[in-house]
Nanobody, 124 residues
């Protein structure tokens, strides 16, 4: 089973950018479709974006389309989320997750392995 560790979170002003990374170890990273989720205080965990095993297909929730970009480097066993034009409503703990399912899984239950999360705070 793959192990996941996120990094890159922090405090940024509205309109700023952050790049999250998710380092994978263990079983072959390239076997998995990967996703990013986030959870704000008092809210349920929500889907942000997913990328297929080879990086040729991506999918985003509507609220981040045009601002966030998901990518992966299978040679480095790393998943990324480039976040531009950040808004206060993007404030949350961001989690990366791995799924053995094909397609574009968007439900949390479709993911088998999760990282510990990294905090992103956007000030107004």
């Amino acid at each position: 089973q793959v192990q996941l560790v996120e990094s890159g979170g922090g405090l940024v002003q509205a309109g700023g950018s952050l790049r999250l990374s998710c380092a994978a170890s263990g079983r072959t990273f390239s076997r998995y479709n990967m996703g990013w989720f986030r959870q704000a205080p008092g809210k349920e965990r929500e889907f942000v974006s997913t990328i297929n095993w080879i990086g040729s297909s991506t999918y985003y929730t509507n609220s981040v389309k045009g601002r966030f970009t998901i990518s992966r480097d299978n040679a480095k066993n790393t998943l990324y989320l480039q976040m531009n034009g950040l808004k206060p409503e993007d404030t949350a703990v961001y989690y990366c997750a791995a799924s053995v399912l094909r397609g574009s899984p968007t439900g949390a239950r479709e993911y088998d392995t999760w990282g510990q999360g990294t905090q992103v705070t956007v000030s107004s």
